[in-house]
C-alpha cells in the first residue's frame, strides 16, 4: 500500500513521453526525407556518377605558381615555376621533365604540331614603388628581390621535352611604358609558321622553326591613335587580332594583322565609352574572340563601381552595366553589345573563366548568393540562346567537349547558409547540353579530392586531370580520377 500512488504517476509520464517522441520522430523523418529529396533534385545525391572521384594516379610535378598545362593525344603537359612535365594521360608514368634555370613564368594555350611554347624570366626589373609617389604605396624591402620580366621564349617539343629553340629577352628596355611588362604581364602563342610574344606593350614576330626575330610592333597605330598593345588573339593561321589600349580616359584600338610581317590588314580606333574611373590605370582591355571581333572594354573600375556605357554617338549615353564587351566588324562598324558583364571580371578584379567554342561564348554569373546562371550567347548576334539556373554560391565553366558544357560548382561548404536543414555539401561537376543548357551531374560532391582552380583542371575523355597545389614551396601534383 506504501507505493500504491507511483503506479499512475509512471504512466503517466510514459505516455507523456511516447506522445514527445512520436511527433519527433516524424519531423525528424520529414527533414530527412526533405534533405534526400533536395539533394537528388539539385543534383548533391548522385547514385551513378560518371566520375566519381576515385584516384587513379597522382604525380608530383614542379613547384610554385602553375603556368598553364596542355593536352595532347595521349599526355598532359602541366607546367608550374619551377619547370615543365609531361604525365602519361593513362597511367601516370612521367614521360619527361624540363628544368630550365631560369623560372617559368607562362605557356601558349595549347601546344600545335608537337610543340609548345614556354616563356620564361629574362633581366628586366621591376622598379619599387617610391612610398612617397603614391598615397599607400608600400616601402621596398631589401630582402626581397625585384619581379624580373616574362620575356624569353622556349620552344619544346612535346614528345621528348627537348627544348628546340631559346630567344634571349625580348622586351624593349627602352619602350616608353615599360611598367606594362608587369601590369600586363605577357602572352604567346603558335600563329601559323610564326610565334608571337607580347612583352608588355609590344608584340614581338618569331620565326616557329629558328626562334628568329622576324618583326617588331611597339605602340600600334590607327587613325590618330597610338597605343600599346594589350592582347593578341590568333583567328586562323594567316590572320591575328591585336588590341591596344591607349589608357584612362582615352581610345582603343584593333587591329587585324598579318602574323608573318606584323602589317595591319585592317585597323580601327573606337572611343572608350563614357566612365567615371576610380582608378588611375586600365589593366584588363582584352579580347574575347575574333569573329567577329569581341573586345572587352576596361573602363577604370574597380569593385563594381556604377559606369556610363558605350555610346559614341551621344555625349550621355543611357547608363549600362560596367565594362561592356562589344563586338566589332574587321572595318570597326560596332555590331553589338554582349550582356556578359561581371561574367568575365569578377568584383574584386580577378578575370573569370569562360569558353568559347563554335560560335557560342558560355559564361557564368558571379554571384556568392545561393544560386548562379549559366549562360550561352550567339557571338554572331549577341543573343542570349539559353540560361540554365545552377544551385550553388560559385560556379565555373570550364570547357566543351561533345556537345557538353563542362562546369565546377564550388559547393556549400564555405558559406553553409544555403543547405538550410539539410547538410553542406562539397565542390562537385555538371554537364550541360551546348544545343539545350539541360544540366546534369557528372559526379556527386567530391570530398575525397581537393577543389583545383577552374585553370587547372582538364577534362581528359573519360577522367577528370587536375593540379593540387601544394603550400609551403613544396611540390604540387597532378592527378588522375575517375
Known sequence: ????????????????????????????????????????????????????????????????????????????????EGGVTSVDI???????????????????????????????????????EDPDDEEGARAPDPDESPALSCDTALLVDTDSGEEVWRTG????????????????????AQ?????????????????????????????????????????????????????????????????????ATGEDISAFEFPRGQSSPNTDSVRQTFLVATDPIHVRVDLGHRDGAGSEGYDPDQDNGASQEPEPVLAFDDD???????????????????????????????????DSSCS?????????TGDLVWETAIS??????????????LVMLDGDGSFGECHMLGRAWDWQLYTLDTATGEDSPMSGPLSSVRQPQASDLWWADDRIVQVDRAVSGRPNSLISYR
Open 392 to 405: 550553388d554560391p560559385g560556379t565555373s565553366v570550364i570547357d566543351v567537349r561533345d556537345g557538353r558544357l
Open 332 to 366: 570597326g562598324r560596332l555590331r553589338n553589345e554582349l550582356d556578359v558583364s561581371g561574367s568575365l571580371v569578377g568584383t574584386a578584379g580577378q578575370e573569370r573563366p569562360y569558353v568559347v567554342e563554335d560560335g557560342r561564348i558560355y559564361t557564368s554569373t558571379d
Open 372 to 380: 548562379n546562371d549559366i549562360r550561352a550567347h550567339d557571338l554572331d
Open 90 to 128: 593513362g597511367n601516370g608514368d612521367e614521360r619527361w621533365r624540363l628544368e630550365p634555370a631560369e623560372t617559368v613564368c607562362g605557356m601558349s594555350d595549347e601546344a600545335r604540331d608537337g610543340f609548345g611554347v614556354v616563356l620564361l624570366e629574362g633581366d628586366t626589373e621591376e622598379e619599387p
Open 1 to 80: 500500500m506504501a507505493h500504491s500512488g507511483a503506479a499512475p504517476k509512471r504512466g503517466c509520464l510514459r505516455w507523456f513521453v511516447g506522445c514527445l517522441v512520436a511527433p519527433v520522430c516524424v519531423v525528424l523523418v520529414f527533414i530527412l526525407v526533405m534533405s534526400v529529396r533536395s539533394g537528388i533534385r539539385e543534383g548533391h545525391i548522385v547514385f551513378s556518377p560518371e566520375v566519381w572521384g576515385s584516384l587513379r594516379w597522382s604525380v608530383e610535378g614542379p613547384a610554385g605558381e602553375v603556368a598553364g598545362g596542355w593536352r595532347t593525344d595521349d599526355a598532359m603537359v602541366y607546367g608550374a
Open 169 to 188: 629577352p625580348l622586351a624593349d628596355e627602352d619602350f616608353e611604358e615599360p611598367d606594362l611588362l608587369f601590369s600586363r604581364g605577357s602572352g604567346v
Open 191 to 259: 600563329v601559323g609558321d610564326q610565334v608571337l610574344v607580347r612583352a608588355g606593350g609590344e608584340l614581338v614576330g618569331l620565326d616557329a622553326a629558328s626562334g628568329e626575330e622576324l618583326w617588331r610592333r611597339g605602340p600600334l597605330n590607327a587613325d590618330e591613335a597610338s597605343c600599346p598593345a594589350a592582347d593578341f588573339l590568333a583567328r586562323d593561321a594567316s590572320e591575328v587580332v591585336i588590341v591596344a589600349d591607349c589608357g584612362i580616359d582615352e581610345s582603343i584600338t584593333v587591329h587585324v594583322a598579318d602574323p
